[in-house]
Every structure is written in structure tokens, then in C-alpha cells.
């Protein structure tokens, strides 16, 4: 009788650096490219190209071209498909990435042989459109996302910790992730704060 229902969250889950491992093949052709010894860990900054000799258009560009080649691409974490299906219980998930247009269909064709179950694939423009999607809940892993999912008056994120977003400093209604592990957790905090 006394059953607590919770809705559902509508939940944004981004792609790249998120589900997608998209940055170690970015860092092999970065190398073949321009001789450099980029690892993962070295991508310290999102905006890479204000401190190393790459321009923003060749790193973009070398992402798209990661996914041509996307067989090649790892999940971010083992078993990325069962750590995903924990949050199904949450509400609907959503991809939701920036992808070109011209690699979409690589990067469905990454998700699906990944057997990520999702509800819809969703591209968007550029990462700041995404705020504004009617979504509860962002799970990401772009710096720049969080300030604006902050200040919106519905909004809420999950930042998957990576090597580019350890600077993030904490901020009201954003919630950090190590891993998928804890993901569940954080979004069972904000379904309860919620209802
Ligand atoms: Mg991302």
C-alpha cells in the first residue's frame, strides 16, 4: 500500500569516451599522423588543441575517421552492454551524440554489435545542443556539459570520469562517475531526490 513509484528518468547516455573507447584509435592515427606519442592518459584537457601543435579541425576530423574505422574501437569498460542494462530499471536511455552525420552509421553499427540496448539514437549538432533535450539525467564525459546541465532548472548529469575531465571541480546537481559500476547508485540518488 504503502508502494514508493518513482518515475521514470529520461536519460541521456553519450557515446564517445562514455560506451565508446573512440580516443585510443584517435591516438593511433594522431601518431601515424603527425609523429607524436599521444597515450589516453595524456588527454588531460578537452580542448587538446590549445595545448598540443593539432589544430580543433584535425581533431575532429581524426575522430571521424576513428570511426571509420570502428571495429577497431573497445567499449570504455569490459562488459559494457550488462553494466549499461543495470540503469534500464531508471527509465528510457537514449544515445545521444554529436557524431557527424557521416559516421552515424558507423557508430550504430558500434553500439549494436556491442549489444548496447537502447531506446533511441539521437545525433545532435554539437555537444551544447544537447541541453537542450528535454532529458532528466546526462551521463557524459564533456567538461563543458556540466556548468550548463548545473545551471538548468530540470537537469541533471552524471560525469564519467576520464583523463580530460579530472579538472571538473564539483558543482550542485552534477554527480561524478569512476565507473559504469556506480552509476546505478547515482541514479537511484536522483530518481529518490526527484519525486
Ligand atoms: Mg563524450
Not at 545542443?129 to 546526462?138: A, E, S, T
Given at each position: 500500500m504503502s508502494k514508493v513509484s518513482?518515475?521514470?528518468l529520461k536519460i541521456a547516455v553519450d557515446l564517445d569516451g562514455v560506451?565508446?573507447?573512440?580516443?585510443?584509435?584517435?591516438?593511433?592515427?594522431?601518431?601515424?599522423?603527425?609523429?607524436?606519442?599521444?597515450?589516453?592518459?595524456?588527454?588531460d584537457s578537452w580542448s587538446l588543441w590549445k595545448r598540443f601543435p593539432i589544430s580543433k579541425d584535425d581533431f575532429?576530423?581524426?575522430?571521424?575517421?576513428?570511426?571509420?574505422?570502428?571495429?577497431?574501437?573497445?567499449?570504455?569498460e569490459p562488459e559494457i552492454a550488462e553494466k549499461v542494462a543495470r540503469i534500464e530499471k531508471f527509465g528510457d536511455l537514449d544515445i545521444v551524440t554529436g557524431r557527424s552525420k557521416r559516421t552515424v552509421e558507423a557508430a550504430r553499427s558500434w553500439v549494436d554489435n556491442q549489444k548496447v540496448r537502447y531506446h533511441r539514437f539521437v545525433r545532435v549538432l554539437g555537444w551544447r545542443?544537447?541541453?537542450?533535450?528535454?532529458?532528466?539525467?546526462?551521463i557524459d564525459d564533456a567538461p563543458d556539459l556540466m556548468p550548463l546541465i548545473s545551471r538548468s532548472p530540470t537537469a541533471r548529469g552524471v560525469l564519467y570520469e576520464r583523463p580530460w575531465n579530472r579538472s571538473v571541480e564539483d558543482m550542485p546537481k552534477v554527480l561524478k562517475a569512476r565507473s559504469w559500476l556506480q552509476v546505478?547508485?547515482?541514479?537511484?540518488?536522483?530518481?529518490?531526490?526527484?519525486?
Open positions: 518513482h518515475d521514470k560506451l565508446a573507447e573512440s580516443m585510443i584509435v584517435w591516438c593511433e592515427r594522431a601518431n601515424k599522423e603527425f609523429g607524436t606519442r599521444f597515450k589516453m592518459e595524456d588527454l575532429y576530423r581524426i575522430l571521424d575517421e576513428s570511426w571509420d574505422d570502428w571495429q577497431k574501437i573497445p567499449p570504455t545542443d544537447k541541453i537542450l533535450l528535454d532529458y532528466d539525467v546526462y546505478p547508485a547515482l541514479l537511484k540518488r536522483i530518481q529518490t531526490r526527484k519525486s
